[in-house]
């Protein structure tokens, strides 16, 4: 029975549901439904990862004729002589005033002295030579296809920021928005950026409480609403969420109202402004992390530093060559669509694909046909995405050259799935905090799959103990930086900064091979603390998917006997008949006892689906929360969809 158990809570129905269903749960598998959360992550101790991977060389082409040959040289030389390394870089864009140095380190400030702008460097500095090339692609929830040029763009957003200049917005303002990725939110960022307004992006989706509360804690003084967004050809309508959150507040509203072209009429009405220069700090946008731990944490990124940062990384870590296309499947609103939906491909005066519904709506075939037919190069998703496709079967041509992977750990399985079916994938780790790539596999490297890969140019990463000493290399413990590149954020509404003792703790649990190349095993704070070993959500959940019948798993620490035990939620790639359950749920055990050693039996339950946050991670401290009949904490970064069974 406990094998066969489905855990699906529908999330709208949650308070209700949660209660009965953890008592029920608690009855099954005896557990105290009472149990206080597990304290934090003690220091690891030393544990064998496991046996070394397969190292695979990158296609040759690929390595060839990648934009940036000699990987190890510019790490040396970013490190040793940043004045050189990112100063020459930097110089390919506009500065209205240059920099007095490239980094302080004291002040953890970029390019101090400096004085730039954003929307400058993504648009009027591209007219001379690229007035007439599409610099955005945008496919709308009603598959209309827009194609703007950098002329097109330059002239709206400028025009819109005349708009927001009449409405009383000034530099420095915060100016928040709850639109769809689309035209109307890259004009509405790129104008705000022009007159050094801040923009606040917000998930299109998350609920009136949540909506209010981001809009009361970062201090908007406006708000750039949609009436509507496609959700799976859907139109859903947004207009009660926020006359709800904004009930008895006094915060204008510039109103997109689908359907209609009104508000790029509105925009084409006000007086065309120039880009503000201001000081390379100066902040650009305010964003949430995906609140996967806890409550979502507003992050503030300035002009100089993430400029640099961001364009060098899809420049010479994903590769952008002129006249390619650039498209990433992560929402505007998440870190991932700012940096390189958005600012990076402009920066480079290249051109970005915008879509707005889910990228495997109305089928994974979809996805693919729309690939090949706009022409995609490169594409930067995440795992979730990827295991989706995966679990419907072989994929379709198309003309990728290569695929970035961003947001969780990308199991060997997927990984191996990704490059038979899809083209090249290049993992890489970041945070909302860094801006920018961190670690990565550069393409002239061998990728290990599991492994996410090396420190990028700027960074300097160790594995420690919780004292902050170094660990050797293949123990497991928390991933640190030394230092970290020029994406990195400017400051934090509220909160505690990453950095102490000199370091930045990323909240990662990971290890790091004798060749330097790190393995992200998961978050420190979901750590299953198993006797005396310590496993890692994704070591489990990655040997889970190398089991042929598994499609998704998340895996958790509950209480056991002596100390915790594992409980893994797993997904199948198709439904199998429940009388067949238990026996199934008894060979992902003994699956799971082959590859991770000997542990106490760990718990299976079957799921229809898993909880996620927007931006697609999975939510295990929510799975955890039901199982054990504990508070989940802040859920305003829940997908909507969770409770429907669906996975995508
Ligand atoms: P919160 O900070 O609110 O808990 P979050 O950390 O999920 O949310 P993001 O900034 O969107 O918010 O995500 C960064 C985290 O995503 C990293 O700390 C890491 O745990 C995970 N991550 C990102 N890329 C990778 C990767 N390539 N491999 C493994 N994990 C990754
Ligand atoms: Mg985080």
């Keep these: 029975l406990l094998g066969a158990l489905g855990v699906v ?59 940036l040959r000699d990987f190890q040289g510019a790490y040396r030389e970013s490190l040793e002589d940043p004045e050189a390394f990112w100063g020459g870089f930097a110089r390919t864009f506009a500065w209205e005033k240059p920099w007095d140095r490239v980094y302080d380190p004291e002040a953890r400030a970029w390019f101090p002295g400096g004085r730039t702008n954003a929307a400058l460097n993504a648009l009027d500095r591209h007219l001379p030579e690229r007035a007439q090339q599409v610099a955005l692609l945008t496919l709308d929830g009603e598959g209309n296809l827009g194609k703007w040029t950098y002329r097109e763009l330059h002239d709206l957003s400028a025009r819109l920021a005349g708009v927001l200049r009449g409405l009383g917005v000034g530099p420095g303002d915060r100016v928040a928005l709850y639109l769809p990725t689309g035209l109307e939110a890259a004009l509405s960022l790129l104008a705000l950026a022009r007159i050094g307004a801040v923009h606040v992006a917000l998930p299109v989706g998350l609920g009136p409480e949540a909506l209010r509360q981001r809009l009361l804690t970062s201090g908007a003084r406006l708000l750039i609403a949609a009436d509507g967004h496609y959700r799976r ?293 979901e750590v299953i603390k198993v006797g005396d070993a310590r496993l890692g959500t994704a070591e489990v959940e990655a040997a889970l998917l190398t089991h042929p019948q598994v499609a998704e798993a998340a895996a958790i620490g509950v209480p056991g006997e002596e100390g915790e035990e594992v409980a893994v939620f797993v997904v199948l790639r198709k439904e199998v008949p429940e009388e067949l359950k238990p026996l199934l749920a008894e060979k992902l055990k003994a699956h799971l006892l082959r590859h991770l050693g000997p542990l106490p039996p760990p718990r299976v339950f079957f799921a229809e689906g898993l909880p996620r946050t927007r931006s697609g991670k999975i939510l295990r401290r929510l799975l955890k929360a039901e199982l054990l009949g504990m508070d989940p904490g802040d859920l305003s970064g829940l997908e909507e969809e969770y409770g429907g069974g669906k996975t995508a």
Excluded: C
């Design 233 to 525: 050809g859907q139109l859903v309508p947004l207009r009660p969420v926020v006359e709800s959150a904004l009930f008895g507040l006094d915060l204008p509203v510039l109103w997109h109202a689908r359907g209609t072209t009104e508000f790029l009429e509105r925009a084409t009405e006000g007086k065309p402004q120039e880009p503000l220069p201001v000081p390379a700090s100066h902040p650009l946008f305010v964003l949430y992390t995906s609140g996967s731990t806890g409550t979502p944490k507003g992050v503030v990124h300035g002009h100089g530093g993430y400029m640099v940062g961001v364009a060098w990384a899809l420049r010479h870590l994903f590769d952008l060559k002129p006249g390619e296309v650039f498209h990433t499947t992560a929402d505007l609103f998440w870190v991932v669509g700012h940096s390189f939906g958005l600012y990076a491909p402009l920066f480079l005066g290249g051109t970005s694909l915008l879509l707005e519904d889910r990228p495997d709506h109305p089928s994974p075939a979809a996805f693919y046909e729309r690939l090949r037919r706009l022409g995609v190069d490169l594409l930067l998703t995440s795992p979730t995405f990827l295991r989706t496709l995966r679990r419907h079967g072989e994929a379709r041509p198309t003309g990728l050259r290569l695929v970035g992977s961003v947001g969780e750990a990308l199991a060997p399985e997927v990984w191996t799935w990704t490059r038979e079916n899809l083209a090249w994938p290049l993992d890489n780790w970041w945070q909302t905090e860094l801006g920018a790539p961190a670690l990565a596999t550069p393409l002239t490297l061998p990728a290990k799959p599991g492994y996410v890969g090396v420190p990028l140019p700027g960074v300097e990463a160790r594995v420690v103990d919780g004292a902050g000493n170094v660990l050797p290399p293949g123990e497991k413990g928390h991933l640190v930086l030394l230092r970290a590149g020029p994406a990195q954020m400017v400051g934090l509404l509220g909160g505690e900064s990453p950095w102490r003792g000199g370091l930045y703790w990323t909240g990662d649990l990971a290890a790091m091979d004798e060749e330097g190349y790190f393995r992200i095993l998961g978050r420190g704070d």
């Design 9 to 67: 809570v529908p999330a709208r129905r949650f308070p209700f549901a949660f209660s009965r269903l953890a008592r029920a749960l608690a009855e099954v598998a005896q557990v105290s439904p009472h149990l206080s959360p597990p304290s934090p992550p003690p220091l690891p101790p030393p544990v064998e990862v496991a046996a070394p991977i397969q190292a695979v060389d990158p296609p040759p082409d690929l390595a060839r004729e990648a934009n």
